[in-house]
């Protein structure tokens, strides 16, 4: 059965840096086809994807939130985790992780997700 | 970035009813197209992925079709928990965006 899990701090100051982590379970991120996203959603908005790390460490991110993410795996701890630099209110989000999946025909989808954390930006 | 356009942005019904929500791709995706379910409070849930493929254990009463640029998502007998927010989103290029949501209130 795969969970997945997200932790970290549920207050940041603006401009400090956010850094979140996945804990997962049954998936390797070693397997290939495997990956995990990081998607956010403010309160009462819509989703929106961030970033997302493969088994073969390709990594890709939102261009226009490129410059302040990082996403790197830990294949032996089961876990992945998200940094944003500079955070802002606007940034005040639930952040979810989540299970990629891709069929036989090549598309991608997130089939689990994490419970997700919220994050408010606030001094 | 490909925009995903849904529409309509909320939705009132009632249970029993045949309900259809669309997402437009701003360019052709093929079929790269799912679709999920989102309950208050909760994570987002996949009902339909590469736009016709219903998700495991998912009621045969969603259905999607489309391809290209066009995708609908159909539910066929509004049952009580199926209010909810919908979302689609193209997974054929990075960012995966999704659409803003359409909501689907109790009439």
């Known amino acids: 059965q795969i969970t997945l899990k997200e932790s970290g701090p549920t207050l940041v100051k603006p401009t400090q840096t956010l850094t979140l982590t996945c804990t997962f379970s049954g998936f390797s991120l070693s397997t290939s086809g495997v990956g995990v996203g990081w998607i956010r959603q403010p309160p009462g908005k819509a989703l929106e994807w961030l970033a997302l790390?493969?088994?073969?460490?390709?990594?890709r991110y939102s261009p226009s939130l490129k410059s302040r993410l990082t996403i790197t795996k830990d294949t032996s701890k089961n876990q992945v985790v998200l940094t944003m630099t500079n955070m802002d209110p606007v940034d005040t989000a639930t952040y979810y992780c989540?299970?990629?999946?891709?069929?036989?025909?090549?598309?991608?989808?997130?089939?689990?997700w994490g419970q997700g954390t919220l994050v408010t930006v606030s001094s | 970035d490909i925009q995903m356009t849904q529409s309509p942005s909320s939705l009132s019904a009632s249970e029993g009813d045949r309900v259809t929500i669309t997402c437009r791709a701003s360019q052709s995706i093929s079929s790269h197209l799912n679709w999920y379910q989102q309950k208050p409070g909760k994570a987002p849930k996949v009902l339909i992925f590469?736009?016709?493929s219903l998700q495991g254990g998912v009621p045969s009463r969603f259905s999607g079709s489309g391809s290209g640029t066009d995708f609908t998502l159909t539910i066929s007998s509004l049952q009580p928990e199926d209010f909810a927010t919908y979302y689609c989103q193209q997974s054929y290029n990075t960012p995966y965006t999704f659409g803003q949501g359409t909501k689907l209130e109790i009439k």
């Open positions: 989540a299970h990629r999946r891709q069929n036989s025909n090549y598309v991608n989808y997130f089939d689990y």
């Open positions: 790390v493969y088994w073969d460490d390709d990594k």
């Open positions: 590469a736009a016709s």
